[in-house]
């Protein structure tokens, strides 16, 4: 926020314009001032210590004023509420809180008890120490109260600034005075900076650890006897929040209420918003959701500082070193954010990857399942890189959590154009029964099952591949289900996918008719490249019930014959990389050659080229020697 309108109201007499006067001036003005000052605005150089332009605006309590007062009241940042005597004091319960209810407005209001100096002449003194408090207690909107006096110049600056703190740094979002503890939010806020912080994740900020948190928050690091004095405060207060390991969690929270009950609260803030927290204790949208636009034909893939951010996380929290996440260690990971993503819980995660004999991801599903989320949400990864605290590089200052994702090029529907990306989509269609979950199960290295159960919502199994040449790539298979002819007719879904398998049962005569029937009901499905795949080749061979058996049918349309497979097999592992190979370069993956509008018709160019070439040769020879 750079700027703050206080409103100054209360009872006639109560010295509001004497307030804002003797702030300006910084003297008492003796003579008589108007009734009501004008709107003054105060530069940040001259304002009170924080750094926003602050506009005053006095007003009048008589009732023929009412409306711009109700104006003015409705416009404001924060109510400076100022009473005198013991008349205007029971008027702020009696008509001026009330009253501000009645409009509706929820800004702070700050509580000042004027002419302090006449303190001994009308207990004013013992009205602030004595009613103040049954006052706060009552009307939870008074933010703070404070006692001032214009004639001896006596916390005017002080006031203001409470009026300007009470908006940049309000308490009630952190402090629950009733309670005298923060608020949950605020705890979990705090807990999530403690978690960023404890880089070796041991449960502890130990002094280098504090060092670079200062440094962060406040730009410079912590003297060895300052960092001393801050433990043994904490300890003061829990005897356990301080170890020879460093400081607690709970510790860190401690030293934070601390600041709160002390009205230090802009400390608390200024930690907050180092680490992206708005006023209503909420990460900013722009932190979570940066600017990140993926054009037509392209899609979203980590970057190496993606990958690396990635992996470093995934070895800091695999605390028994076994290779896997266990449900505790991914629950310590993911304490920052939200929980699970919700693209994970919908792919019934971790069984859409890759995890040890445990059920426990690995390195490789953890990277898979990433790469996965990239592609079909890349604001997902976005949202948890910032959760789980990736910080782009020292040498990109301006950077954000895109630095951690990259855009692929575009991707050309050609025949003989290679697909540029490091993940691939592949939909496995074919015959209920005909094995398309078995191959996903063994994708994923699962033991295989003979019980048969049938494929109700989409499933997903994404795992990487390596190519012959030691290429690398993830693969993403999946299974449509019940969704598999709104899939089909959906030419927009349709578009994400880079290859089609179609599977059918070499046992079963019914199977591959499907195949037929589909290519026929959905004529599109011809603008994908394409393989076909015979499954439970463990089993006899059968006659297809089809017009055409699967090898004549696949030699009509200029394609390979059908791979013959069993996922009981050992060598199923190369089916995958014939599956990436034929996605990232499907010449002879389109059925007849075809191509789309745009094919490729560089030989025809390059032979015209050659013909004009050729002929305008021809005529200078010709020209030379009529000549």
Same mark, same amino acid.
């Given at each position: 926020?750079?700027?703050?309108?206080?409103?100054?109201?209360?009872?006639?007499?109560?010295?509001?314009?004497?307030?804002?006067?003797?702030?300006?001036?910084?003297?008492?003005?003796?003579?008589?001032?108007?009734?009501?000052?004008?709107?003054?605005?105060?530069?940040?150089?001259?304002?009170?210590?924080?750094?926003?332009?602050?506009?005053?605006?006095?007003?009048?309590?008589?009732?023929?004023?009412?409306? +711009?007062?109700?104006?003015?009241?409705? &416009? %404001?940042?924060?109510?400076? *509420?100022?009473? #005198? /005597?013991?008349? @205007?004091?029971?008027?702020?319960?009696?008509?001026?809180?009330?009253?501000?209810?009645?409009?509706?407005?929820?800004?702070?209001?700050?509580?000042?008890?004027?002419?302090?100096?006449?303190?001994?002449?009308?207990?004013?003194?013992?009205?602030?120490?004595?009613?103040?408090?049954?006052?706060?207690?009552?009307?939870?909107?008074?933010?703070?109260?404070?006692?001032?006096?214009?004639?001896?110049?006596?916390?005017?600056?002080?006031?203001?600034?409470?009026?300007?703190?009470?908006?940049?740094?309000?308490?009630?979002?952190?402090?629950?005075?009733?309670?005298?503890?923060?608020?949950?939010?605020?705890?979990?806020?705090?807990?999530?900076?403690?978690?960023?912080?404890?880089?070796?994740?041991?449960?502890?900020?130990?002094?280098? +650890?504090?060092?670079?948190?200062?440094? &962060? %928050?406040?730009?410079?690091? *912590?003297?060895? #006897? /300052?960092?001393? @004095?801050?433990?043994?405060?904490?300890?003061?207060?829990?005897?356990?929040?301080?170890?020879?390991?460093?400081?607690?969690?709970?510790?860190?929270?401690?030293?934070?209420?601390?600041?709160?009950?002390?009205?230090?609260?802009?400390?608390?803030?200024?930690?907050?918003?180092?680490?992206?927290?708005?006023?209503?204790?909420?990460?900013?949208?722009?932190?979570?959701?940066?600017?990140?636009?993926?054009?037509?034909?392209?899609?979203?893939?980590?970057?190496?500082?993606?990958?690396?951010?990635?992996?470093?996380?995934?070895?800091?929290?695999?605390?028994?070193?076994?290779?896997?996440?266990?449900?505790?260690?991914?629950?310590?990971?993911?304490?920052?954010?939200?929980?699970?993503?919700?693209?994970?819980?919908?792919?019934?995660?971790?069984?859409?990857?890759?995890?040890?004999?445990?059920?426990?991801?690995? *390195?490789?599903?953890?990277?898979?399942?990433?790469?996965?989320?990239?592609?079909?949400?890349?604001?997902?990864?976005?949202?948890?890189?910032?959760?789980?605290?990736?910080?782009?590089?020292?040498?990109?200052?301006?950077?954000?959590?895109?630095?951690?994702?990259?855009?692929?090029?575009?991707?050309?529907?050609?025949?003989?154009?290679?697909?540029?990306?490091?993940?691939?989509?592949?939909?496995?269609?074919?015959?209920?029964?005909?094995?398309?979950?078995?191959?996903?199960?063994?994708?994923?290295?699962?033991?295989?099952?003979?019980?048969?159960?049938?494929?109700?919502?989409?499933?997903?199994?994404?795992?990487?591949?390596?190519?012959?040449?030691?290429?690398?790539?993830?693969?993403?298979?999946?299974?449509?289900?019940?969704?598999?002819?709104?899939?089909?007719?959906?030419?927009?879904?349709?578009?994400?996918?880079?290859?089609?398998?179609?599977?059918?049962?070499?046992?079963?005569?019914?199977?591959?008719?499907?195949?037929?029937?589909?290519?026929?009901?959905?004529?599109?499905?011809?603008?994908?490249?394409?393989?076909?795949?015979?499954?439970?080749?463990?089993?006899?061979?059968?006659?297809?019930?089809?017009?055409?058996?699967?090898?004549?049918?696949?030699?009509?349309?200029?394609?390979?014959?059908?791979?013959?497979?069993?996922?009981?097999?050992?060598?199923?592992?190369?089916?995958?990389?014939?599956?990436?190979?034929?996605?990232?370069?499907?010449?002879?993956?389109?059925?007849?050659?075809?191509?789309?509008?745009?094919?490729?018709?560089?030989?025809?160019?390059?032979?015209?080229?050659?013909?004009?070439?050729?002929?305008?040769?021809?005529?200078?020879?010709?020209?030379?020697?009529?000549?």
């Amino acid at each position: 926020m750079t700027s703050v309108r206080i409103c100054v109201c209360g009872d006639e007499g109560t010295g509001k314009s004497s307030l804002i006067t003797s702030l300006v001036k910084d003297v008492f003005v003796t003579t008589k001032l108007q009734p009501v000052l004008p709107q003054i605005t105060i530069p940040p150089s001259l304002a009170t210590p924080n750094n926003v332009t602050t506009t005053i605006v006095d007003t009048s309590a008589f009732p023929r004023e009412r409306v +711009e007062l109700n104006k003015e009241i409705r &416009k %404001c940042n924060a109510i400076l *509420l100022v009473y #005198s /005597d013991h008349y @205007s004091y029971e008027r702020v319960a009696l008509f001026w809180m009330p009253h501000f209810r009645s409009l509706g407005v929820n800004v702070p209001v700050i509580l000042c008890a004027n002419k302090s100096d006449l303190a001994a002449d009308t207990h004013i003194g013992q009205v602030v120490e004595d009613e103040m408090l049954p006052l706060m207690a009552e009307f939870k909107e008074i933010d703070s109260c404070i006692r001032t006096s214009a004639r001896e110049h006596h916390n005017i600056n002080e006031v203001f600034f409470l009026c300007q703190k009470a908006v940049t740094d309000p308490i009630a979002p952190l402090f629950d005075s009733k309670e005298s503890n923060l608020k949950p939010a605020c705890v979990s806020a705090l807990q999530r900076v403690f978690y960023l912080c404890d880089r070796d994740q041991d449960g502890y900020l130990n002094d280098k +650890e504090v060092h670079d948190f200062q440094t &962060k %928050c406040f730009g410079k690091p *912590l003297g060895d #006897s /300052d960092l001393h @004095s801050i433990k043994e405060t904490i300890l003061r207060y829990n005897s356990g929040a301080v170890t020879d390991q460093g400081i607690t969690q709970t510790g860190f929270v401690t030293l934070n209420k601390i600041f709160a009950e002390k009205g230090r609260h802009e400390t608390v803030w200024l930690i907050l918003r180092t680490f992206h927290y708005t006023n209503s204790i909420s990460l900013h949208s722009s932190f979570l959701h940066p600017k990140f636009d993926v054009p037509p034909n392209t899609s979203a893939e980590l970057s190496p500082a993606g990958y690396r951010f990635f992996v470093d996380l995934f070895l800091l929290h695999d605390k028994d070193s076994d290779g896997g996440l266990n449900t505790s260690e991914l629950s310590a990971l993911f304490a920052p954010t939200p929980g699970l993503p919700s693209p994970w819980l919908d792919s019934s995660f971790p069984s859409s990857t890759v995890s040890n004999e445990g059920g426990h991801i690995t *390195l490789q599903g953890w990277l898979a399942q990433w790469s996965m989320t990239t592609f079909f949400s890349p604001s997902t990864t976005l949202a948890y890189l910032a959760y789980l605290g990736f910080e782009p590089p020292a040498s990109s200052p301006r950077a954000t959590t895109t630095s951690a994702l990259k855009l692929t090029k575009p991707r050309k529907r050609r025949k003989r154009a290679t697909v540029e990306r490091n993940v691939l989509l592949a939909y496995v269609l074919g015959h209920p029964g005909s094995g398309k979950s078995s191959l996903l199960d063994a994708f994923l290295a699962r033991p295989f099952s003979s019980t048969y159960h049938p494929t109700i919502k989409p499933r997903t199994a994404v795992n990487s591949v390596e190519l012959p040449g030691g290429k690398q790539c993830t693969l993403i298979l999946e299974e449509l289900g019940e969704l598999e002819p709104a899939i089909l007719e959906n030419q927009a879904k349709l578009t994400t996918a880079d290859l089609l398998v179609y599977t059918y049962d070499s046992s079963d005569p019914d199977s591959f008719s499907h195949i037929t029937n589909l290519r026929s009901t959905y004529p599109h499905l011809d603008d994908l490249p394409a393989l076909y795949v015979a499954l439970k080749a463990d089993n006899d061979k059968t006659t297809q019930r089809s017009e055409v058996q699967p090898e004549e049918y696949t030699a009509a349309l200029g394609m390979s014959k059908p791979l013959h497979v069993s996922v009981t097999w050992g060598s199923v592992s190369e089916l995958f990389v014939q599956i990436a190979e034929a996605a990232m370069w499907p010449v002879g993956a389109y059925p007849g050659g075809k191509e789309d509008e745009e094919g490729d018709r560089t030989g025809l160019w390059i032979a015209l080229g050659v013909v004009i070439c050729a002929g305008a040769a021809f005529v200078g020879i010709w020209r030379r020697m009529k000549g």
